[in-house]
């Protein structure tokens, strides 16, 4: 039986392209969409279901997509974060579908699976800003939920976890530990999740009436080894500009940073406080135990596999849009500034 990709392939244009055609949607040539219809007709494509028509039957099933890691790249929350979720569906009658999606075009295998009624719907998580994956969902019409948000514009279902409250606990927790130098390590620009959690830290800063510097500003992609090169930036810096507080935007990179310290015999928790992001089960048996913000992951997947089951079911009169606050989960890694060295804490705040 031809599949959507078969006659994408014999047309000679993407799986999306094909869907626009078959679906009266998006724009389209003319000679394209007589190009993609022949292409249907020679190859007998016959889709047994499309998105229109989506809710008629249940496959019971939901799909998830795996996104595509870098090299080094090291996400368990995100494995945890499935775990729960296909604990909350198995619960519910449902099994979740695990697929990777083509970086080229994230949309098509989604769009794919919807068309031969594979999955009665999706579960998305790691959305970037203006999320193409969620365009595409949204522009025809078949159900998902998102464990995160995409704009401020798309109006769809999702949970989120509030990164900026989780920050914005992270640096009072800092400040009234005596800390006034403190560093931040995002991830890049493109995350959004990242975004939300650079925001905290800055706004925060600003309502302490902390100083600042773009010195202490830098980026690291989520692997250990980036943490370690960022602690190395950071702690380069002289005297007066060194931070006496790092906090990451991941547990991932305060592992790296935490690697660095140790190698160049700076005691994490006694000479420089590290914190992390997202309480990952190893945070509380690295050395020294880490500071960090948990998401509740567990009450994030049920609630989402409600959330979705409503819009299958048609019990819900609009979107839902949740944003759950996290916990700040306090550990030796974040140690008061009177127990730095008498060196560090005779020196001054960098300049703003």
């Known amino acids: 039986m031809a599949t959507i990709k078969d006659v994408a392939r014999e047309a000679g244009v993407t799986s999306a392209t094909v869907s626009y055609v078959l679906n009266n949607s998006g724009r389209v040539s003319a000679a394209t969409r007589q190009r993609v219809l022949e292409a249907a007709r020679r190859l007998n494509y016959r889709p047994s279901i499309t998105a229109r028509n989506l809710r008629s039957g249940e496959s019971r099933i939901i799909g998830y997509a795996w996104h595509t890691e870098r090299p080094g790249e090291w996400t368990p929350v995100m494995q945890q974060f499935l775990y729960n979720l296909s604990e909350a ?37 790691n959305t970037d800003v203006d999320d193409p994956r969620i365009h595409r969902l949204l ?32 640096i009072e927790h800092l400040a009234a530990q005596g800390h006034e130098r403190i560093a931040f390590i995002r991830w890049p620009t493109l995350s959004l999740a990242g975004s939300y959690r650079a925001r905290g830290y800055r706004d925060t800063l600003a309502a302490l009436g902390l100083q600042s510097d773009e010195l202490w500003l830098v980026e690291a992609e989520n692997t250990p080894a980036h943490g370690y090169e960022a602690a190395r ?42 914190t992390g992001f997202d309480d990952i089960p ?21 609630r989402l596999m409600e959330m979705l089951l409503d819009i299958l079911h048609g019990a819900t009169n609009g979107t839902r849009q949740v944003l759950i606050k996290p916990a700040l989960v306090v550990r030796a890694s974040s140690a008061p500034a009177q127990s730095l060295p008498d060196r560090d804490r005779g020196a001054s705040s960098a300049p703003r």
């Not at 295998?109 to 009665?120: H, S």
């Not at 995160?148 to 606990?169: L, P, T």
């Not at 810096?237 to 790092?246: K, V």
């Not at 991932?252 to 140790?262: E, F, K, T």
């Open 89 to 125: 569906a198995e619960a519910a009658g449902y099994h979740i579908l695990t697929f990777i999606t083509d970086a080229a075009d994230p949309a098509a295998t989604y769009i794919e699976l919807a068309e031969m009624q594979r999955v009665d719907g999706f579960i998305l998580a």
């Open 139 to 170: 522009e025809l019409n078949i159900p998902f939920a998102s464990f995160g948000r995409a704009n401020d514009r798309w109006d769809f279902s999702y949970i989120d976890v509030d990164g900026e409250d989780g920050m914005r606990q992270v």
């Open 233 to 274: 930036q950071l702690m380069a810096r002289p005297g007066p500009l060194q931070p006496t507080a790092i906090a990451c935007v991941s547990d991932v990179i305060a592992i790296g940073v935490l690697n660095y310290l140790h190698d160049h015999g700076i005691v994490p928790g006694r000479d420089v406080a590290v």
């Open 282 to 302: 190893a945070a509380e048996h690295i050395t020294p135990p880490l500071t960090s913000v948990r998401q509740p992951l567990d009450t994030i997947g049920q």
